[in-house]
């Protein structure tokens, strides 16, 4: 299985946005791209996903090139609770599972 | 509240003692998996299960088995732990259908020495 390709860590500052970016070049057509969150000591927290589409929601945005090569997880203003690991994956459908790269860590500061 | 809930979240064991790690959810779900966290390695799907009496191996399930008797729960078994196995473990369900993400436990840490 083809591991998605994030940057290991990123720093970024209270209040301002925040880009994460994703390769996934080996996705096939039917896989979803799926977005993670991990904080200390907890389990993995669903961010969001899409297909092709971009799509928002509540926690994020996610940009999917049209090409679905890559994607981007969008966090409009970031906040001290937004620092974690975050993970791109996509879900093979015949198990349903998660393909979990080695994540980006997420450092903001005050 | 919606969860996944997940028994115990510690425990340290001795090789060869077989021990059991339950899981269940409160959401209907039917997808359910076990999957483990080892530092270098990342989350690897131990097993999953589509439905009821449905399972099927992931990408790590030597040394470990599931059952699926009822919808709510997942019970991960480990019938003679070893070292290698000492990691932490996280069960996930979710609905059917493209347009859910997966809810996670909060984890179970498990060494065996």
């Known amino acids: 299985d083809a591991k998605t390709t994030q940057p290991n860590s990123m720093e970024s500052n209270e209040e301002e946005p925040v880009h994460l970016p994703c390769n996934h070049s080996?996705?096939?057509?039917?896989?979803?791209i799926h977005w993670y969150r991990q904080l200390p000591s907890q389990g993995p927290e669903y961010v969001i996903h899409g297909l092709t589409s971009n799509v928002n929601n509540r926690m994020a945005s996610l940009a999917i090139a049209e090409d679905r090569k890559s994607s981007t997880l969008i966090l409009h203003r970031a906040t001290l609770r937004d620092a974690a690991v975050y993970y791109c994956t996509r879900i093979i459908q015949g198990a349903q599972k998660l393909v979990f790269g080695q994540g980006t860590r997420l450092t903001i500061n005050p | 509240e919606a969860q996944v809930t997940q028994n115990p979240r510690y425990l340290i064991t001795v090789t060869g003692k077989k021990l059991t790690v339950t899981c269940s959810q409160n959401m209907n779900h039917e997808y359910m998996s076990w999957y483990r966290q080892d530092p270098g390695l990342g989350l690897r799907q131990i097993y999953y299960s589509m439905n009821v009496e449905v399972t099927d191996k992931g990408d790590v399930p030597e040394g470990y088995k599931v059952s699926r008797k009822e919808k709510r729960n997942f019970p991960l078994i480990l019938e003679s732990p070893s070292p290698n196995q000492t990691s932490l473990y996280f069960c996930?369900?979710?609905?059917?259908?493209?347009?859910?993400?997966?809810?996670f436990g909060s984890g179970t840490r498990l060494t065996v020495v």
């Open positions: 996930a369900s979710r609905p059917t259908g493209p347009g859910y993400g997966y809810t």
């Open positions: 080996t996705i096939s057509g039917t896989d979803y």
